[in-house]
């Protein structure tokens, strides 16, 4: 069964960094287009970041020059690096992966920016 974890979510005052990871258990995981997503609540989910299997990135507006996306295919992991954290970039952050018809969510990682 694939498995989806995300880790380095936590409170962080505004300004801060936090650095979250993204690991999946799956064979050819060089393959997938890996996206981080956040939900706020009382919102919708949204696409903060994605990588796709040969290496090109999209951001949302809101954190374009603040967050950077990166993945390494030989540790099955991809990492979301925020930067100069705002209180409205708290969310629950969740990880995709997509490759052709599959993909896999994993359970998300609390991200709070609060002085």
């Known amino acids: 069964q694939v498995q989806v974890v995300e880790s380095g979510g936590g409170l962080v005052q505004p300004g801060g960094s936090l650095r979250l990871s993204c690991a999946a258990s799956v064979i050819i995981f060089r393959l997938y287009t890996v996206g981080w997503y956040r939900q706020a609540p009382g919102k919708q989910r949204d696409l903060v970041a994605e990588?796709?299997?040969?290496?090109?990135?999209n951001f949302a507006d809101s954190v374009k020059g603040r967050f950077t996306i990166s993945r390494d295919n030989a540790k099955n992991t991809v990492y979301l690096q925020m930067n100069s954290l705002k209180p409205e970039d708290t969310a629950v952050y969740s990880c995709n992966i997509m490759w052709r018809t599959t993909n896999y969510w994993g359970q998300g990682t609390q991200v709070t920016v609060s002085s």
């Open positions: 990588i796709t299997s040969g290496g090109s990135t």
